[in-house]
């Protein structure tokens, strides 16, 4: 059964680099944040909203999600939650499957989970009392991250766990690629009439500039490939366009050869 909400806890968008979203879960005067790759946009949100941060937490290794970390100790004494699997400069407690990060000023807990695919250590936080995921670059809506360090296996594995969560689970990736995503999501899956409807959707929210994250993982489950390789009409695609052999039935070599389409997809 799932805590009661905290009501008095919000994520805030804070947008940086060219497509990056770092996060900051707050409540008004403390906040945490997730993955900030740069230092400034934070410092500015923090002030913009009178917070005061408390904790910093990162997914996994990659710059554009790590750093800022040392400029903001150099303003505030703060534990760093990060991966044990991967050496990040800066982290105090390190992470892994099961373990929890404890944020004591927001009331706020969250669940570790070990996602490795996009990098090899990367992990994932599930919030105690609050519908929420930080995903990093594993999920990201419409889509999931390159396999950069890890192994397909690995990635079926990672993303099976987070698709797993409840499906009202918001889910906080850290990229701004949707619709990117679903431009390849429609090439595969063509006639899927939910996802010709979130493309419509998302579409119109870029129009009017606004964010297209978070997501839910219903909506994931119901519109994203990489967690729909097994559905016959992705397997007919992956088949029709020569990826896979009509006698191929193994799940992870077709979702390989799905993250492959993707990978050189213009």
């Excluded at 009439?193 to 009017?208: F, H």
């Excluded at 297209?212 to 490939?225: K, R």
């Excluded at 009409?233 to 389409?261: C, H, K, N, T, Y």
């Amino acid at each position: 059964m799932r805590e009661p909400f905290n009501k008095s806890l919000s994520v805030l968008a804070v947008p940086a680099f060219n497509d990056n979203y770092l996060w900051l879960i707050h409540d008004g005067r403390h906040a945490a944040v997730v993955d900030p790759g740069d230092a400034q946009p934070i410092l500015a949100a923090l002030a913009a909203h009178d917070l005061i941060l408390v904790a910093i937490l990162l997914t996994h290794h990659h710059a554009d999600h790590v750093g800022g970390v040392q400029t903001l100790l150099r303003h505030f004494d703060i534990p760093v939650f990060g991966p044990a699997g991967e050496d990040i400069a800066g982290v105090s407690q390190k992470l892994s499957e099961g373990d929890t990060a404890v944020v004591p000023q927001l009331g706020l807990t969250l669940s570790v989970l070990e996602v490795p695919g996009h990098t090899s250590g990367h992990i994932a936080y599930v919030a105690h009392g609050q519908p929420w995921l930080f995903c990093g670059d594993t999920l990201f809506a419409g889509g999931c991250g390159r396999l950069f360090e890890g192994s397909p296996a690995q990635m079926v594995d990672s993303l099976g766990k987070l698709s797993s969560l409840p499906g009202d689970t918001q889910v906080y990736c850290a990229h701004e690629y949707t619709v990117a995503n679903l431009r390849f999501a429609l090439a595969v899956e063509p006639d899927n009439p939910d996802l010709v409807a979130r493309m419509a959707s998302e579409q119109a929210k870029r129009a009017r500039q606004q964010a297209t994250v978070p997501s839910t993982i219903a909506l994931e489950i119901a519109t994203n490939p990489f967690l729909r390789y097994r559905q016959p009409a992705i397997l007919a695609s992956l088949q029709a366009s020569g990826r896979i052999d009509g006698r191929q039935s193994d799940p992870v070599e077709a979702f390989a050869a799905l993250r492959e389409w993707k990978n050189n997809f213009k």
